[in-house]
């Protein structure tokens, strides 16, 4: 079985910043892909970000290009997202997920989700 546990979501300023962590264990590090996923209330969930997990190209979403950055440890089977710059229209439950690959959206596993707030 895979597990992605998430972690480090929290209440945080407009202009403040959160570090999300994801850490991966099962078959989860032998994956094409990982990514982050988001749900807004009332909204569908949107890709945020994802990675080769053993090569370095990467793929954002245009509404988190040059404030988020993803990263990843692989001795650590763990996936980050450095969130800068974040804006009220950031709060969401954010998804750490394994993909089928860097290019699609198409996910295998979900993790449980970390809750993110930005207040204004």
């Known amino acids: 079985q895979v597990q992605l546990v998430e972690s480090g979501g929290g209440l945080v300023q407009a202009g403040g910043s959160l570090r999300l962590s994801c850490a991966a264990s099962g078959r989860a590090f032998s994956t094409e892909a990982m990514g982050w996923f988001r749900q807004a209330p009332g909204k569908e969930r949107e890709f945020v970000a994802a990675?080769?997990?053993?090569?370095?190209?990467?793929r954002y979403a245009d509404s988190v290009k040059g404030r988020f950055t993803i990263s990843r440890d692989n001795a650590k089977n763990t996936l980050y997202l450095q969130m800068n710059s974040l804006k009220p229209e950031d709060t969401a439950v954010y998804y750490c997920?394994?993909?089928?690959?860097?290019?699609?959206?198409?996910?295998?596993?979900w993790g449980q989700g970390t809750q993110v707030t930005v207040s204004s």
């Open positions: 990675m080769h997990w053993i090569g370095s190209a990467t």
């Open positions: 997920v394994a993909l089928k690959g860097l290019y699609t959206n198409s996910v295998d596993f």
